[in-house]
């Protein structure tokens, strides 16, 4: 079974500019996260999908992040403008059913943003 | 609110040594608890996880991790660390509000295993 794909995995930016995050996550599964990983802190939720609508987005910095989950299956991180402190690690996860706490979050391998 | 510490940001340990990493969390009913492992440049991987029943839980790669609700910790450990172990690990407990579930993360500990 394939894992969560992420792209992509490394990339470099300066502030101001603009950004996008792409996710597929396993196939089938309904529940869709996107982390923040700052360096030497744990991840942090940005969002939470279930299919293709939002759950959870309260830790967003909504006036510059934005995501989105088409068809309920790949999704989309985007940040505009980039600021110094987004430097960080983007993960994303997914999850099957209906999101129990049972269930397992699988991990992609994220995407390394520095944002000069 | 719901919480997880790490207290340990960094440990050093020599191959073939035994590795216990602490965690303590705060929660108010129940918790779910996990540890995953990042190596570096890839994603977080699942070791083990708690629910209910046996406080000791096994879980891959020769981990283990005991749940000591007096304590409100759950800590990691495995008896004999392989150069290959060495990698950030990290608590978490499963959070349920608003119908949905999430995963609340500590910092991490880092591992860094000697030959």
């Known amino acids: 079974e394939a894992g969560v794909a992420q792209s992509p995995r490394y990339k470099i930016i300066e502030k101001r500019q603009s950004v996008a995050f792409w996710c597929n996550p396993i196939?089938?599964?309904?529940?869709l996260y996107w982390y923040q990983q700052i360096l030497g802190q744990g991840p942090k939720l940005l969002i939470q999908?279930?299919?293709?609508?939002?759950?959870?987005d309260s830790q967003l910095p909504k006036d510059r992040f934005s995501a989105e989950r088409l068809k309920g299956v790949d999704s989309t991180l985007k940040i505009q403008p980039a600021k110094l402190e987004d430097s960080a690690v983007y993960l994303c996860a997914s999850r099957p059913g209906s999101g129990r706490l049972t269930d397992t979050q699988y991990f992609g391998p994220g995407t390394r943003l520095t944002v000069l | 609110a719901q919480s997880v510490t790490q207290p340990d940001i960094h440990i050093t340990v020599s191959e073939g040594a035994s590795l216990e990493l602490r965690c303590n969390y705060s929660y108010g009913a129940t918790p779910y608890l996990f540890w995953y492992v990042q190596s570096p440049g890839q994603g977080l991987q699942l070791l083990l996880k708690?629910?209910?029943?046996?406080?000791l839980v096994q879980g891959i790669k020769g981990f283990e991790a005991e749940f000591k609700r007096s304590q409100s910790s759950f800590n990691l450990r495995k008896p004999s660390v392989h150069w290959s172990d060495a990698a950030e690990y990290f608590c978490?407990?499963?959070?349920?509000?608003?119908?949905?579930?999430?995963?609340?993360f500590g910092a991490g500990t880092r591992l860094a295993v000697h030959p």
């Open positions: 708690y629910f209910s029943g046996d406080t």
């Open positions: 999908f279930q299919n293709n609508g939002v759950v959870d």
């Open positions: 978490a407990v499963g959070s349920f509000s608003g119908g949905y579930n999430k995963l609340i």
């Open positions: 196939s089938g599964h309904a529940t």
